[in-house]
């Protein structure tokens, strides 16, 4: 049976296939279709030189809208780097803070004045710099500058911190650094009332609260001088001589497990919590002397064991 072509009034193409007795729509040629991206292709290219030429006459810079693009895009990561600067900056304050306290009481280190830390940094714009630039920029430049200035100081200390730390590590292991014993404080270093008759008396320790037969530990290195009970009121005590001029004292004991004349390491067991001698329960009773003189021991513990 002969094909019949039929052309409907709306493109597409359709034919009438004798075999399936229905319509197959008719599939372009290459021909067709690339005449077809011809005439867009010509009819985008037409557009866009209207466009352009509209935007010209119009005094549209293409220069100044990159530029101003590229502005834009500085300008939000200035802005970043302006939050990190604030962020570096309370960072190196915070170790400079622990850098002056701590490591400074231990060591005897001398502090950095807190002029030459603080001191600003001067100096004229650089040369160069863009055409946008703008206060802000220059004030971020100059903190910039004066983070770095710190850092360099910082360098200086630490390096002076391990210098000393280096001349003084024996000494350290000598020097009552810890807790003796997990426990909270209940009566501190000065003047107090008598627990027993209620009359004002100088404590010469710190008391610290602990269960009956909680371990106590050495503060330091040194040698057991003392552990018995020599003295009345201080019960079962153990007394460790450090050298450097530090004595330790740790009274109120259940049981002692070390002898006069041992040397002991920073954390090493010394006896047991209790009640003994002029106690109201069980506690450890902790003394610090320097050099001849009862001190506070809060001053020389930073932790417990």
Request: glycine share 10%.
């Amino acid at each position: 049976m002969r094909e019949r072509m039929i052309q409907f009034t709306a493109r597409p193409t359709y034919l009438f296939d004798a075999e399936i007795c229905g319509y197959t729509r008719k599939s372009k040629g290459i021909r067709q279709i690339l005449g077809q991206f011809l005439v867009l292709t010509g009819l985008a290219a037409a557009l866009a030189g209207t466009l352009v030429y509209s935007l010209h006459r119009r005094g549209f810079d293409a220069e100044a809208f990159y530029l101003t693009y590229r502005q834009e895009q500085m300008a939000e990561r200035f802005q970043q780097y302006a939050s990190a600067l604030v962020g570096m900056e309370t960072e190196i304050n915070a170790i400079h803070r622990n850098d002056q306290t701590f490591y400074r009481s231990i060591l005897n280190k001398k502090s950095i004045d807190p002029e030459i830390w603080e001191a600003g940094v001067g100096g004229s714009v650089r040369t160069g710099t863009p055409r946008f630039a703008s206060p802000t920029l220059q004030d971020v430049a100059r903190r910039y500058e004066k983070v770095l200035y710190k850092l360099s100081l910082q360098k200086v200390s630490f390096e002076e911190t391990a210098r000393l730390a280096e001349l003084k590590s024996e000494e350290l292991k000598h020097i009552p650094a810890i807790l003796p014993i997990n426990g909270r404080t209940v009566s501190g270093f000065g003047y107090r009332s008598d627990p027993f008759h209620g009359h004002g008396h100088f404590h010469a320790g710190v008391d610290i609260s602990a269960p009956y037969g909680a371990p106590i530990f050495a503060a330091a290195d040194g040698v057991v001088i003392t552990s018995g009970t020599p003295e009345w009121g201080y019960g079962l005590q153990v007394e460790i001589d450090h050298g450097y001029g530090f004595v330790t004292k740790y009274a109120h004991l259940s049981q002692t497990m070390v002898q006069v004349g041992q040397k002991v390491k920073r954390g090493a067991k010394l006896g047991l919590c209790g009640s003994s001698g002029y106690s109201t329960g069980p506690h450890l009773h902790y003394e610090v002397i320097r050099n001849g003189v009862k001190v506070n021991p809060e001053d020389y513990y930073y932790s417990v064991r």
